[in-house]
């Protein structure tokens, strides 16, 4: 059982920049693809961003591409989020997810998941 816990959300203004950090534990960090989801009020959670267990692949959902930089720390059995040139539509509460398989990770299925932090942007 892995247990993630999101940190670094807050409030910040438009183009500004934030990065959230993701801490795991109750399992093996480095055998894990980590990932970023987000839900917006009265939307659906969406994929962000994820990135493999040994760090060769990372992908992006379109509206982060260029903005958003996924990043892993196996030593620190943490992920992190940097988040440059935020706009209002980025204000979500963002998730950390892990899963043993990447492709399951970016679909959202069998996710361990983290509480999430909210992160808001005002215009």
């Known amino acids: 059982q892995v247990q993630l816990v999101e940190s670094g959300g807050g409030l910040v203004q438009a183009g500004g920049s934030l990065r959230l950090s993701c801490a795991a534990s109750g399992g093996t960090f480095s055998s894990y693809a980590m990932g970023w989801f987000r839900q917006a009020p009265g939307k659906e959670r969406e994929f962000v961003a994820a990135?493999?267990?040994?760090?060769?692949?990372?992908n992006y959902a379109d509206s982060v591409k260029g903005r958003f930089t996924i990043s892993r720390d196996n030593a620190k059995n943490t992920v992190y989020l940097e988040m440059n040139s935020l706009k209002p539509e980025d204000t979500a509460v963002y998730s950390c997810a892990a899963n043993g398989v990447y492709y399951s990770l970016r679909v959202g299925k069998n996710n361990y998941w983290g509480q999430g932090t909210q992160v808001t942007v005002s215009s």
């Open positions: 990135i493999s267990s040994s760090r060769s692949y990372t």
